[in-house]
């Protein structure tokens, strides 16, 4: 299951850039997505190998495109990331949060409960056909929530466009404020794309994120894919088991392949399907950002992190995304995870439940 992104649409009808070959269709993609991520970088945009790519695949799929990333890509784009990420975790993490659970379970309930009674709002003044907004209105669960709307008669692919539509906003006001944040001392330096590195343990990463990979899967756990390795690998690199290795042309396709895996979700049929429901979804958007970002304050006076840290640990989604962005900003990356994965796990427990709930009574 994809971390905190909807099930890939069924791709449209023939038009536009549809009627090319699909080889044509994958080099336009990769060409501009090369030009924006570049452009992206030279500015000095964190995370300018997803965000670029993002806006390459939106624009070929709002262009007609049909061409979509195959399901084994995203898996393996799932278990590297979540061994990048696994990399940074610390045992003195553990200890912050044990120390201060009851404000961090605060925080992901807020988001949450902020996020529903958003979709509650919209669906009461009948913005959205039925209980769409409910479903489309959840800060994470997007794969069990378009299930579950499917099952209640909703709209599907409004879902799904809301979905989508969250995590392009999210991820790219993260991009923009940790850009303006960050200023040239403070960035990192740039580490050489082909730089060698150990063979063994960049093996036995890979080893671990595959079998964590397929554990998850076969497990059925939310986002296992991603989730799993990335306990795993967390628990090995804190106990001194396993040295996590990734090379950084890994790390860049990895990037490319997540942001074509969102921008191509934005595809001709459900932009123009969705059109009355843009204004209401991005307001309700922008309302759950601002408020995320009156959680981050109160970390920042309650624990003392960083502005930047605190903004994209209460930032509703997408994980991996917002997992993408962090590791390009100079973050307490190991803070941002821990917060985002609390809130991915709770909100998978607890949110189809209180979208289900709510909708019963809509």
């Given amino acids: 299951m994809k971390p905190e992104q909807p099930a890939t649409p069924i791709p449209p009808k023939n038009a536009g850039m549809g009627r090319l070959p699909p080889a044509v269709q994958w080099f336009v993609l990769a060409a501009l997505s090369m030009v924006f991520a570049v452009v992206l970088e030279a500015i000095g945009i964190p995370a300018g190998l997803l965000m670029g790519p993002m806006a390459a695949g939106a624009i070929v799929g709002m262009n007609g495109g049909t061409i979509r990333l195959p399901r084994q890509f995203f898996f393996c784009v799932q ?74 008669g909703a709209d599907v692919r409004l879902v799904a466009f809301m979905q989508y539509l969250r995590v392009v906003f999210v991820a790219s006001a993260a991009a923009v404020v940790a ?26 990463t890979l080893a671990v994120g595959v ?14 894919a991603f989730l799993v390795p990335f306990a795993i690998g967390s628990a090995l690199n804190v106990t001194g088991a396993l040295t996590i290795a990734l090379p950084q042309w890994l790390l860049a396709l990895s990037f490319a392949l997540l942001g074509w895996n969102i921008g191509l979700g934005f595809t001709r049929t459900i932009v123009a399907h969705a059109r009355r429901a843009f204004l209401p979804t991005v307001v309700s958007i922008l309302v759950l950002m601002g408020f995320s970002a009156l959680l981050a304050l109160l970390l920042i006076r309650a624990v003392g992190i960083d502005p930047l840290t605190a903004y994209l640990a209460t930032s509703p989604g997408g994980l991996d995304s917002i997992a993408v962005i962090a590791a390009s900003s100079n973050v307490d990356l190991p803070f941002v995870m821990a917060l985002q994965t609390a809130r991915l796990l709770i909100i998978t427990l607890i949110g189809p439940v209180l979208a289900r709930f709510v909708a019963d009574r809509a």
Avoid: C, K, Q
Avoid at 211 to 224: Q, S, T
């Fill in 79 to 152: 278990f590297i990331l979540a061994m990048m990420i696994a990399a940074s975790m610390r045992p003195d993490l553990f200890a912050t949060f044990s120390g201060n659970w009851p404000l961090f379970l605060t925080v992901i309930l807020s988001v949450i409960g902020v996020s529903t009674l958003s979709g509650w709002t919209i669906t009461r003044m009948r913005i959205l056909p039925g209980t769409t907004a409910i479903w489309g209105s959840s800060a994470g669960a997007a794969s069990t929530m378009l299930l579950m709307a499917d099952a209640y």
């Fill in 211 to 224: 079998v964590g990979g397929l554990l998850g899967r076969v497990l059925r756990v939310p986002a296992g």
């Fill in 179 to 204: 850009h303006l944040w960050v200023s040239d001392a403070e960035a990192g330096h740039a580490t050489a794309l082909f730089a060698p590195i150990a063979a063994l343990p960049f093996l036995a």
